[in-house]
T-cell receptor, first 118, second 113 residues
């Protein structure tokens, strides 16, 4: 079963508008972390924002905020005032404890492509 | 100052060859990972090392053998390359205790012909 679901394969937004990228997750572990990464066309993976399962407040990092709704198991990324440079693939990921050795790993969603139009 | 570096950035080789990808991190992290991103952009963990010790092996074929000579390095050796091995391979690292973010390297694009 998919643990991280990103249902929007692609989205278009006008420059300077806000956009919400959807992510739902599935876990029975009470302690987990949720991440968003950006992958521009150049290919590198850029960390954007992190939300811990016990964090009381929604995470914010500059123009990025995470709309964390624990009961609904959703962790949507909100980008305010979109810029042309925001055009990229966006991946939602969950930190999960591995059954092997108690280590932790990231489980990624399939990603979604955001295009910001001028 | 590169945090996580990988070499080479691009690797084109023939089926059946053996190749290695190197990864180094200068962040003082304890844990290092290899992820594979396939042609559909799906990212999946392959291996994880804590302090040079293999912790996670996600049902990766035996042809893939990671090696960690020290905490700062995690190399990936691939024997008898197959067409399906073509992908982008990312190295990542994080602090074992108290670290949340995984820092990714720039990726190595492997093309098997």
């Amino acid at each position: 079963a998919q643990k991280i679901t990103q249902t929007q394969p692609g989205m278009f937004v006008q420059e300077k508008e806000a956009v919400t990228l959807d992510c739902t997750y599935d876990t029975s572990d009470p302690s987990y972390g949720l991440f968003w990464y950006k992958q521009p066309s150049s290919g590198e993976m850029i960390f954007l924002i992190y939300q811990g399962s016990y964090d009381q407040q929604n995470a914010t990092e500059g123009r990025y905020s995470l709309n964390f709704q624990k009961a609904r198991k959703s962790a949507n990324l909100v980008i305010s005032a979109s810029q042309l440079g925001d055009s990229a693939m966006y991946f939602c990921a969950m930190r999960e404890r591995s059954t092997q050795g108690g280590s932790e790993k990231l489980v990624f969603g399939k990603g979604m492509k955001l295009t910001v139009n001028p | 100052d590169t945090a996580v570096s990988q070499t080479p950035k691009y690797l084109v080789t023939q089926m059946g060859n053996d190749k290695s990808i190197k990864c180094e991190q200068n962040l003082g992290h304890d844990t290092m990972y290899w992820y594979k991103q396939d042609s559909k952009k799906f990212l999946k963990i392959m291996f994880s090392y804590n302090n040079k010790e293999l912790i996670i092996n996600e049902t990766v074929p035996n042809r893939f053998s990671p090696k960690s000579p020290d905490k700062a390095h995690l190399n990936l050796h691939i024997n008898s390359l197959e067409l399906g091995d073509s992908a982008v391979y990312f190295c990542a690292s994080r602090k074992l205790a108290g670290g949340d973010e995984q820092f990714f390297g720039p990726g190595t694009r492997l093309t098997v012909l």
